[in-house]
């Protein structure tokens, strides 16, 4: 019962701690802008896992003070300690990197990162030394320490690349956590008194999604992604460990399987881009590392899913791949086992198809060049050009123009965006519409305030084409509705862009 009070506490200080330190000044030295990566266009403080950090140890400290027998239990095994010394690692190197001051490079993250991996194998004796394959255990000798420490390094990359839109990385840690729970119990024996671990842990998540879920107003940063990611690395190790127990090591691949798969798609894909495009081995190997805007939250926002809707397909596809886990310990027939196997490679195939990886490679060896098309920008927002241009797919161009001429009839222009973030140039944006449109009939999309869009819908009710968009507005939201007007020629069925009526100005925000 003890377990109660606990996760009260975790949720309680890192709830607070949230909710105080989001609403201080310090939130501005913790600033996460968009760029061409991002999906969002507006400055969001990414202090998040600074704050649920802080959490971490106030409640740790409170329950040490109180004597209570949970904290008795993280400090007297291997799991909790690894917890609580990853927690200390990465706050430092986290705290340094979110911060607008410093910018901790990938490769001494990475050191970070091998330095905890080594103190949990190493320090702690916490690795997977034997392997349970459909009821049969193999001896990995020597290789079970170094798997392990390259499993729990790509587990933390994993949840950090994996962190892309409003509350997914916090969701997919709430999901390892709740079947690794379930995982616990049907092993038995001691196994289930690491609960003690798991629930308090969960309630600490749930107080951070309570701020990270969408529309979020604070995002993880890399101390939030590498803390949750060392969290679900040491409880998938432990859940490898349990060999003996009856449990599949295959379990603790599944309760993190998403985000795994989602950084070996991620490293195939690159480097076939790169294969594809004849480049040389040592150039195909860098740009796996490079990051970009393709993963499959990209894909399924411009395949036009809301953003609410792709972290529940997201987790939805976390959940299946995690009952695998829960299947192959309860049946024990092995051509079962081999089956649910077989299904869980089935559902990655099918979304790799669904979502068209390997579409473009494709096209590359066939020497296909899809028609280019152009989208004009009139904008003084380097950001926001850049979001443009990283929403788009490879058959857009993106430029930036400052006067309309007669050159541009030369280009298959699908459509022109009016960014307007400041109100002392609202009248030179406005004749930029009417010099476009002297022109062009193209498309347009206007971006800018309420305030501004209510003034000038009169104005603009009678020019044809003109698409009212409330500022900020999602980027990629924007995007999918543009490519949805080049392919039917209207948004019917989309609230996200207004149309010309005042009235539609005060509900549409994209």
């Known amino acids: 019962m003890s377990i109660i009070p606990a996760a009260i ?37 990414r202090i998040g896992g600074f704050c649920v950090i802080i959490g971490f140890f106030m409640t740790v400290i409170t329950l040490s003070v109180a004597q209570s027998t949970v904290i008795s239990f993280w400090t007297s ?27 901790v490079s990938a490769v001494h993250k990475l050191i970070v990162q091998f330095a905890v991996a080594i103190a949990v194998v190493f320090g702690f004796n916490l690795y997977v030394s034997e392997f349970n394959f459909l009821g049969r255990i193999y001896s990995l000798g020597i290789l079970g320490p170094i798997l392990t420490v390259f499993w729990i390094v790509g587990v933390i990359n994993a949840f950090n690349i994996i962190d892309g839109i409003d509350g997914l990385m916090g969701s997919l840690t709430l999901v390892t956590l709740i079947f690794t729970t379930i995982l616990f119990i049907l092993s038995g024996g001691e196994n289930i008194e690491y609960i003690v671990i798991t629930i308090p842990v969960m309630a600490m998540i749930l107080a951070f999604l309570k701020y ?3 529309p979020a107003t604070v995002f993880a940063g890399d101390t939030g992604s590498m803390f949750f990611g060392s969290i679900a690395a040491i409880l998938s190790v432990k859940i490898g460990m349990l060999a003996r127990e009856g449990i599949e090591t295959f379990s603790m691949f599944y309760i993190v399987a998403f985000p795994v798969t989602e950084v070996i798609i991620s490293i195939i894909r690159r480097y076939s881009y790169g294969h594809a495009e004849n480049k040389p081995v040592k150039e195909r190997i860098k740009m796996t590392m490079m ?25 939805t596809l976390a959940i299946l791949f995690a009952l695998c886990s829960i299947s192959l310990t309860l049946l024990e027939n092995r051509i079962l086992k081999i089956s649910v196997l077989l299904y869980s490679l089935f559902v990655v195939l099918r979304v790799i198809d669904y979502l068209n990886y390997g579409k473009k490679i ?32 490879e058959n857009y161009l993106v430029e930036k123009f400052e006067t309309v001429n007669d050159d541009y009839r030369k280009k298959n222009i699908d459509t022109f965006i009016i960014y307007n973030d400041n109100d002392d140039f609202i009248e030179r944006d406005m004749n930029k519409i009417y010099e476009i449109r002297s022109l062009f009939n193209t498309v347009i999309f206007f971006i800018s305030t309420s305030k501004n869009l209510e003034n000038y819908a009169n104005v603009l009710e009678n020019e044809k084409n003109i698409y009212l968009v ?35 100005v005060e509900a549409g925000r994209v």
Do not use: W
């Open 291 to 315: 990051p970009d805007n393709r993963h499959m939250h990209h894909r399924l926002i411009n395949k036009g899913y809301s953003h609410e809707r792709v972290l529940f397909f997201i987790v």
């Open 9 to 45: 506490l975790f949720f309680f200080f890192s709830f607070v701690s949230v909710y105080l330190i989001n609403s201080s000044g310090l939130t501005r030295f913790f600033v996460d802008r968009p760029d061409k990566r991002k999906v969002h266009s507006i400055n969001i403080p």
């Open 362 to 393: 494709l096209h590359i060896k066939k020497g296909i060049i899809p028609p280019e098309k152009y989208i004009m920008i009139f904008t003084d927002n380097s950001f926001f050009q850049e979001s443009v241009i990283s929403a788009v797919n």
């Open 77 to 103: 095994n291997s799991v909790g300690l690894s917890i609580i010394v990853a927690a200390t690692a990465v706050f430092i190197v986290g705290f340094l990197d979110d911060t607008m001051f410093f910018e």
């Open 470 to 504: 409330k500022h900020p507005c999602d980027i990629t939201m924007l995007v999918h509705n543009i490519e949805k007007i080049s392919y039917f020629g209207n948004i019917n069925d989309n609230s996200y862009v207004t149309g010309k009526s005042k009235k539609a």
């Open 212 to 214: 990270n879920y969408s």
